[in-house]
């Protein structure tokens, strides 16, 4: 399989799009054309790893670690990722658990995958590939924990100094000594820069062998695409029909992988993405107009993304905004509605949902009574609520227990150090950890 750019350079293989991440024009890596995939040939009680190589297996005809795809998928695929059936209130709705992982959201599925894509091509115990990533609370510590303990591979966290929670703040500085997590005295926005300007730093991008683990890798998507696959096939083995799915979404890479398996032929639904109060998706799917802005703060913070950068994967894929209109629809959901799914999916449901999870609860209480009834739902969980316990914790008026992988997490001792947000900070810390 080759893969191009949503702008045209290419064809790039796998192995160079995986370490790339980003395409020589400034585009995002897509596959020359979308495979179909013989989901009838999976037994129907296939496990998730079993789809999951059955589903990568034609992604991965030409790379150069295809024969390593089985033990790839199985390091990714580390934790469970259940689909629990929610109360019957109306119609068939099930909640996908993605938040099992070591940082109790989705994305350790994407970094987990990079991770052991990257070790197994580039890793290097004497010249160890260098993972630069800033972070505003979230991917960091996906990328931190995934990359924990790799040979050949380290990792630059850069985070804003007290602009996180203490849970992530947490997440974000306790791993092993290939993680170098450095607190930044300036906002994230800084931290960003400070990676972009070291990136393009000729000579110290050698020195390093610098690389990034964003979320516009492909390495991040593919794998995301596993989860809709095995959900999809196992409720069509079991119930015989296709079910939607419900996805709160910010920077698009997490519906972008429902939308990619379904491109495959996977047996899926409606998909419905719900954003928070960043509405530039929803006001494109309006307006035909592709209007980009700064991103307002909401309660669900991880989605709150004004550029979302998938969408220039989706618009290739699916079209401009009329057709896209045709293949799924768009809901934004704001934070006074974000408090009351969070006590209402209390009282109804008996658990708490994160911030983010509670805007696809609400788009899913939106649909019309009758599409609750005659359509199978899927709604998905993107993050534990443990995580997000000083948002919960006061709607629902109780404590949410810690799962048992964030709560050995957060018991590990904390390594960081603190720096300024200049270059000369950055550099000088990492000649003083690395070259000695
Ligand atoms: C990152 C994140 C999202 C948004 O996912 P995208 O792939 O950026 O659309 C939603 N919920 C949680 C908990 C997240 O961490």
Partial sequence: MKYFSTRGAGPVSLDEALLAGIASDGGLFLPEKMPRIDWHSLATDASICATGEAFLRPFFVGSSIAGDLKEVVAETFSFPLPVTALPDLHGSCDLLELYHGPTAAFKDVGAGFL???????????????TILVATSGDTGGAVAAAFDGRVGLRVVVLYPDGKVSARQAHQLSCWGDNVLSLAVDGSFDDCQALVKRAMADEHLAEKYRFSSANSINIGRLLPQAIYYAHASVMHHAKLGRKPGFII????LGNAFACFLARECGLPIGDIILVTNENRTINDYLESAEWKPRSSVQTLASAMDVGNPSNMERLRHLGGEAAQLSKQLCAVSVNDAQITQQIGQNFAEFGFATCPHTATATHAWRLLDPQEQLDKDWIIVATAHPAKFEQIVEPI????????????????????FLEIDASMAALEKVLAEEFCT
């Fill in 248 to 251: 709160p979404t910010g920077n």
């Fill in 396 to 415: 629902i008026g109780t404590t949410v227990p810690l799962p048992a992988d964030l709560a050995d997490t957060l018991a590990r001792p904390r390594q």
């Fill in 115 to 129: 991770a052991a894509c990257l070790g197994r091509l580039a890793g290097d115990v004497k010249n160890p590939l």
